[in-house]
């Protein structure tokens, strides 16, 4: 049915638990790509259970069945594409662990024949001791549900990235198969594996989940501005403006203001940006 608003804004989940052990976290920078040079000592300790470090966007994997979803709120999620993430963390991921979830509605905006954007955030809480670990925010575009009685004004300004050179840019190769392993870590949707299926969905090939990119641009973050201290890293927030295929090279370029890292990712055999408006905020020293 289609969506209710203003009643819509009401939708919440609650209740909802999730576990995860060391060896999710470290199939989960796995699926990133990370120490594909088993000797890099900077990146052994994210899959070495040993003084092991978290990348802190598993949280992104972990609200998966936890937070409200655009079909529970009468979107058509056919039609549905995932346009921002955005994560602050109120303290480190750890290793292991039991989170409870707590999901609302954030805000619609009605965008026309264009279609309406649904956003949406999710608390995490430790579950034993209540403690917030994470808030994670997701932006969805839904294609089909334009018209939809939502105000069409409101949304915050994108953040813009300076208008300079980046300060800095990290290349990440990504292995053909990068999918079939980020897929382990519980986004199990065909486009990333059956060709048919992305065929399907207008692509030549499976492509790269679109938090995978997320996560690799969290990667240079921590690589580029924390010495490789994932809990100096508050916040992360970006928007998808093109596919990932496996295989493609990713340049991330960053620019840091203070605690502020502003960044953008592109993929320059294809000459396509991947991840706009990328903000990134460091814990002050």
């Known amino acids: 049915m289609p969506i209710q608003y203003p009643a819509v804004l009401q939708e919440k989940s609650s209740g909802g638990q999730k576990s995860w052990k060391a060896t999710d976290a470290i199939l989960y920078a796995l699926g990133l790509g990370m120490a594909s040079d088993p000797l890099d000592r900077n990146e052994l300790p994210f899959v070495h259970e040993v003084d092991q470090k978290v990348m802190p966007t598993l949280a992104a994997v972990l609200t998966r069945g936890l937070g409200v979803t655009v079909a529970q709120l009468g979107f058509d999620y056919r039609y549905?594409?995932?346009?921002?993430?955005?994560?602050?963390?109120?303290?480190?991921?750890?290793?292991?662990?039991?989170?409870?979830?707590?999901?609302?509605?954030?805000?619609?905006?009605?965008?026309?024949?264009?279609?309406?954007?649904?956003?949406?955030?999710?608390?995490?809480?430790?579950?034993?001791?209540?403690?917030?670990?994470?808030?994670?925010?997701?932006?969805?575009?839904?294609?089909?549900?334009?018209?939809?009685?939502a105000p069409g004004e409101g949304a915050p300004d994108p953040h813009k990235v300076p208008d300079r050179a980046p300060d800095l840019s990290l290349t990440y190769p990504t292995r053909p198969d990068l999918a079939l392993v980020y897929r382990l870590s519980g986004d199990m949707n065909p486009l990333h594996i059956d060709p048919d299926a992305a065929k399907r969905a207008g692509f030549d090939r499976p492509i790269l989940h679109g938090l995978?990119?997320?996560?690799?641009?969290?990667?240079?973050?921590?690589?580029?501005?924390?010495?490789?201290?994932?809990?100096?890293?508050?916040?992360?927030?970006?928007?998808?403006?093109?596919?990932?295929?496996?295989?493609?090279?990713?340049?991330v370029d960053l620019?840091?203001?203070?605690?502020i890292i502003s960044f953008e990712a592109h993929v320059p055999e294809r000459g396509v940006t991947v991840l706009k408006n990328g903000r990134a905020e460091l814990r002050s020293a």
């Open 80 to 149: 549905s594409v995932h346009g921002e993430q955005a994560i602050v963390w109120h303290r480190p991921i750890p290793p292991e662990g039991e989170i409870t979830g707590e999901g609302h509605v954030v805000a619609i905006y009605d965008k026309g024949d264009k279609g309406a954007v649904c956003v949406t955030e999710t608390a995490l809480r430790d579950s034993a001791t209540g403690e917030l670990l994470a808030t994670v925010r997701v932006t969805s575009f839904a294609r089909a549900d334009g018209h939809c009685g």
């Open 212 to 251: 995978c990119t997320y996560g690799i641009a969290c990667r240079a973050v921590v690589e580029a501005f924390t010495g490789w201290s994932p809990e100096q890293l508050a916040s992360l927030a970006a928007r998808f403006s093109a596919p990932v295929f496996p295989g493609d090279t990713l340049v």
């Open 255 to 259: 620019w840091r203001d203070g605690d």
